[in-house]
């Protein structure tokens, strides 16, 4: 398991850029796919984007591909979501997540998230 500290997201008008970080501890980061997610209010979770433990593969959820893109600096052991072209409806908690499993090349929703950051709230305005 690896611990996960995010930083970024805030207030943005719509048309806007936000970029997310997630740094992990512990020298077995480069092991897990990783991801993100978000949850708006009166909603339930959902999956935005994730990427394979080498980085070599991309995931995105329909509603963000073109506009989100997920990155990873394995020798900084961070994870990185870069986010233009922001819409109101992408207003929500965002949080990072680790796979649970080892050296997967399938970031996918169906994944085993099982170490996730405290979450950062992004509000996009229109």
């Known amino acids: 398991q690896v611990q996960l500290v995010q930083s970024g997201g805030g207030l943005v008008q719509a048309g806007g850029s936000l970029r997310l970080s997630c740094a992990a501890s512990?020298?077995?980061?480069?092991?897990?796919?990783m991801g993100w997610f978000r949850q708006a209010p009166g909603k339930e979770r959902e999956f935005v984007a994730g990427i394979s433990w080498s980085g070599g593969n991309t995931y995105y959820a329909d509603s963000v591909k073109g506009r989100f893109t997920i990155s990873r600096d394995n020798a900084k052991l961070t994870v990185a979501l870069q986010m233009n072209s922001l819409k109101p409806e992408d207003t929500a908690v965002y949080y990072c997540?680790?796979?649970?499993?080892?050296?997967?090349?399938?970031?996918?929703?169906?994944?085993?998230?099982?170490?996730w950051g405290q979450g950062t709230q992004v509000t996009v305005s229109s």
């Open positions: 997540a680790a796979d649970s499993d080892y050296y997967s090349d399938y970031p996918t929703p169906g994944a085993r998230w099982g170490s």
């Open positions: 512990g020298r077995t980061f480069s092991w897990y796919a």
